[in-house]
């Protein structure tokens, strides 16, 4: 008869048998055998297929790697690298404010954007501005206008990421942890860590440290 793969007769009945892959280098694999409880040599054929089937996308699943707290932190701080230097390069370009005017609403908007992206990294798409937010806005100095400028970058924010054809994450995953599959739990994490590290990024880019761009 012709070879089945991963199939042979055991005893009355046939199997279906196959080693399990590592899903590291340091485990060991071991041996999945299944019984198609036939006889017969062509339902074995069908149910062999079947089980070889899902039995492959059992094993993708034991070779995907989750993300992990250590790769959210690693991810955050490429983020804010990378953001820094963009920052940096924003600033280098931008014409001088000319008035005392300008340059306060240059510093709020860096400001209201860094708020609706920490927004967003802890709520997602859920994010608004709450009576408890506006507390927070008026403590830190932020004036009714300016507020406004918070819920303006939210918006556009939200549009943008969770629109009908949103942006990849920059730096890319791939960029950071190689070719590696990621799970959509996974991206959710990396985003609002990509969220979180251009928050960080424009308030340690604050405008008002000594050094700052040609005095923008």
């Known amino acids: 008869m012709g070879q089945i793969t991963h199939v042979s007769r055991r005893g009355a009945v046939y199997v279906w048998r196959r080693r399990c892959p590592a899903t590291s280098a340091h485990q060991s694999t071991g041996t999945l055998q299944v019984s198609l409880r036939t006889r017969e040599l062509s339902t074995a054929r ?22 992990t707290k250590d790769d959210v ?14 920052i940096e390069g924003e600033r280098w370009d931008e ?17 209201a954007e860094a708020c609706a992206l ?17 507390d927070l806005l008026r403590e830190r100095g932020f004036r009714p206008d300016e507020m406004s400028l918070v819920l303006e970058q939210l918006f556009a924010l939200k549009e943008r990421f969770w629109g009908t054809e949103p942006p990849a994450l920059a730096p890319s995953p791939e960029a950071v ?40």
């Open 118 to 134: 920490r927004l967003l990294a802890q709520r997602g798409q859920a994010a608004d501005l709450m009576p408890e937010d506006m």
């Open 46 to 67: 069908r149910v062999g297929a079947l089980v070889s089937n899902a039995a492959e996308w059992m094993y993708e699943g034991m070779k995907t790697q989750t993300i």
């Open 95 to 111: 014409s001088p404010a000319v008035s005392p005017a300008e340059w306060r609403r240059r510093w709020m908007t860096d400001r």
């Open 177 to 216: 942890f190689g070719d590696r599959t990621i799970t959509e739990a996974g991206y959710r994490h990396l985003r609002s860590a990509a969220f979180e590290g251009r928050a960080r990024a424009l308030e340690q880019s604050d405008r008002r440290a000594a050094g700052g761009s040609k005095g923008t």
């Open 73 to 86: 932190r690693a991810y955050l701080e490429a983020v804010v690298a990378e953001e820094l230097q963009r």
